[in-house]
């Protein structure tokens, strides 16, 4: 399975948040640290924050009696 590289996060973690990059294997985190730590596909997060365990779950569905 090819791994994810996300890089310049904010990483939220129980005691600290600290910037930096996150190795995803697996569907785990495999590796934390400041430059850069894989050789997965590469996701710029420009400085937003990572939470690990935290689902997006927002959505907006449109009825069609909503568009009048």
């Known amino acids: 399975m090819a791994g ?12 600290d948040i600290v910037s930096g990059t996150v190795e995803v294997a697996g569907g ?6 400041e430059g850069s730590v894989g050789s997965g596909a590469a996701l710029d997060f420009e400085g937003d924050y990572l939470l690990p365990g935290l689902v ?3 959505r907006t569905i449109w009825s069609a009696s909503s568009r009048r």
């Open 4 to 15: 994810l590289t996300v890089t310049n996060a904010r990483i939220v973690t129980r005691d």
């Open 28 to 33: 785990r985190f495999s590796a934390v640290g």
């Open 56 to 58: 997006e779950l927002t």
